[in-house]
């Protein structure tokens, strides 16, 4: 049989966990391809540490986990007619694959070592020397030093067991800023609609560009990284292909310094991807990988063969992201993100253990001081202020409180910071950060009547407010839980597990959203604070998602010293919910308040049953007074000089 069950290796001071201190960045261009004895090295160098407890215990979650996921697996499973099954996920890819479309030339342009060869470019003595950009987590390392398996995301004193000599080089994030520009605009001439990713890589679609100027992709793609070395002394890689994600994985392929293009017709790209690692896959993580792992899969083309699997865990795995995953079926749309798409906005910072009380304040008031500035100079204000902060085991927790006005002040940063702090002493940290979500766009034109007033509103024409009843002769495969219509403004992630713990090693987020003031940037892997997870477009994982809005403001966190909840929506109390640490990867929330899916909205709610009944019975309620409004307006337009028709009345003005 093709699903052949696979067991969770063991995970304590074992093969998983060994992997998992090698950390998040494994993948990186210049270090060795086996990499065996540089873990052995990092795994010893951590033993007895705060980290590598914290690891370790993450590990073994992760094991229970995946313990569980088998048990649902094989519960699953058992008395199905496996074959049955696999003939409707082969339905469903059939379908899938009648959305592939070709005709678009996307690039992934990513500059190598980015903060590490601008720093070169301000230090020349750092020529040839192995460094890296950090101190208490790197956030980029020179290729000399990769070359000792030192990367990104990796603590300092680890780097440092492997390379004795390397240099430790301060973070200068508005130089990186200002080189960003410059490779942006150059990039821009090829695409003014591109999609920034980060500050050192982007989107382009070039397919308008190299028909105007007779450019194949290939010579397009090399005029324009000769230009940006040019004109930056900084060097790019870029992946050429029909999609995102096929380009982001092409771009990886010849770095530093080069190109890669996947012929864009259907053979070359499922070859291509057939014996890809999952974790080569933008989105699969450590945490993802591992999951995948459990149940047999760890190339792309393995995809297909547990497609029997993934069809009925729809909830577990996403079967339509991992079915476009193997067909390569993903959006080629590229365009700058809206203003208003913007969730949130913050700062931290990484520093050196700190207990003290009056230096850790004096932390949070430097980033309420940013904060303040970030947000006056690019027009938000918010009505939920969350505090982040990183103990020196390097687990994450954080505290968040809402308002009934706007916020962007630094008094009210810094207050609300304090306030949500001040309970959890005596604590060492060695991060702490602010970050407003609820966001108010200052600089946005006054919105229409929405909201209740509108609900009442007469219903305009071509304004339809439910979806249109499924036509005859539609496929029995509607009914089945699935919609194979591609949206291109889902994330191209696993949902189900969000890599919660993947990069968790300090960036400024502000600089990258910074550098195109009007759009939103997509998150780069080592963005400081996760999104949620992104639902597939389908009936089935529809009734799973969660609110983004709810999320941060109700959701329960657990902390050093949380042993209180709160209520939905109430964060302005003083009592704050509790969550498992935010460093904990794809940690499912524990909450002291319970979670439940309304069949009818498909929102996730926290709330207990008789909150997710009110709000049933408020659903199902909305036909009827829709009914009574229309019972209302057809009553009035049958007014005439102040009397109501009667039914009789209406009879005889028909005849």
């Known amino acids: 049989m093709a699903n052949h069950h696979v067991n969770p290796v063991a995970s304590q001071d074992t093969e998983t966990l060994v992997k998992r201190l090698a950390g998040p960045s494994t993948g990186k261009a210049g270090l060795a391809k086996d990499q065996t004895e540089t873990n052995r090295i990092i795994a010893e160098a951590s033993k007895g540490s705060k980290f590598y407890e914290n690891e370790k215990k993450k590990d073994k979650d992760l094991t229970g986990r995946i313990e569980k996921i088998l048990k649902q697996r094989d519960d699953v499973l058992r008395g199905v007619d496996i074959k049955t099954v696999e003939q409707s996920a082969d339905r469903l890819i059939a379908e899938l694959e009648s959305y592939r479309d070709l005709s678009q030339i996307i690039v992934h342009v990513d500059m190598d070592a980015f903060y590490a060869n601008v720093e070169l470019l301000d230090n020349s003595d750092l020529e040839g020397k192995p460094f890296g950009v950090g101190h208490g987590v790197l956030t980029t390392a020179s290729y000399e030093a990769r070359k000792y398996g030192v990367r990104s995301g990796m603590p300092g004193f680890i780097a440092k067991k492997l390379c004795a000599d390397l240099v430790f080089v301060k973070n200068h994030f508005s130089r990186y800023m200002e080189m960003s520009k410059v490779v942006m605009s150059v990039f ?12 050192d890589e982007a989107y382009l679609n070039i397919t308008t560009y190299c028909e105007s100027h007779g450019l194949t ?28 994600m096929l380009a982001k994985i092409c771009s990886d392929k010849n770095k530093p310094n080069g190109q890669f293009e996947l012929p864009s017709n259907k053979e070359s790209i499922l070859s291509f ?27 792309c083309g393995d995809i297909f063969i547990h497609r029997a699997t993934i069809f009925l865990m729809e909830k577990q795995f996403g079967r339509q992201y991992l079915f476009r995953t193997y067909l390569g079926i993903t959006s080629n749309v590229v365009e700058p993100m809206a203003r208003g798409g913007r969730k949130s906005i913050g700062a931290e910072r990484t520093f050196s253990s700190l207990s003290d009380k009056g230096k850790i304040f004096n932390k949070l008031d430097e980033i309420a001081v940013e904060l303040e500035k970030d947000m006056e100079e690019n027009g938000w204000a918010g009505r939920t202020v969350t505090l982040k902060f990183k103990l020196d085991t390097y687990q994450v927790f954080t505290r968040a409180k809402s308002f009934d006005r706007w916020i962007s002040r630094k008094e009210d940063l810094y207050t609300t910071g304090k306030e949500l702090i001040l309970p959890e002493f005596p604590l060492t940290i060695r991060l702490i950060g602010l970050r407003v979500t609820k966001l108010k766009d200052l600089r946005a034109p006054s919105e229409p009547t929405n909201g209740i007033k509108r609900f009442f509103e007469p219903l305009q024409s071509g304004q339809p407010r439910k979806k ?9 495969m509607n009914f089945i839980g699935y919609d194979t219509a591609l949206d291109d403004d889902l994330e191209d992630v696993m949902p189900g597990f969000h890599e919660n713990d993947e990069n968790d090693h300090h960036l400024d987020q502000e600089i990258v959203e910074t550098l195109v003031p009007e759009t939103n940037l997509i998150a780069r892997q080592c963005a400081t604070i996760p999104r949620p997870p992104a639902p597939t477009p389908s009936i089935h994982s529809s009734l799973m998602k969660v609110d983004a809005k709810q999320h941060l403001a109700s959701s329960s966190i657990s902390g050093p010293s949380s042993s209180r909840t709160i209520k939905p929506h109430s964060l302005s109390d003083t009592a704050r919910p509790t969550m498992s640490p935010a460093g904990d990867p794809g940690q499912i929330l524990k909450t002291g308040v319970e979670t439940h899916a309304c069949p009818i909205c498909g929102k996730t709610l926290r709330t207990d049953n008789q909150g997710i009944n ?5 659903c199902l309620s909305r036909g009827a007074i829709r009914e009574a409004r229309d019972e209302a307006r057809t009553a009035k337009k049958a007014t005439f000089s102040g009397f109501k028709l009667t039914d009789k009345g209406k009879e005889k003005g028909r005849k």
């Open 188 to 199: 821009k001439r090829y695409d003014p609609n591109l999609l920034a990713a980060g500050c």
């Open 217 to 244: 992709a290939a010579e397009c793609v090399q005029e324009m990284r000769r230009i940006a070395f040019q004109e930056t002394k900084l060097s790019a890689s870029a992946g050429i292909a029909p999609t995102k």
């Open 614 to 618: 009110s709000h049933i019975d408020f």
């Open 468 to 476: 249109a009843k499924l036509e005859q002769g539609e496929t029995d």
């Open 273 to 299: 991807l057939h014996d890809l690692s999952i974790r080569k896959i933008p989105g699969i993580g450590r945490v993802n990988e591992r999951l995948l792992e459990s149940i047999g899969i760890q190339t």
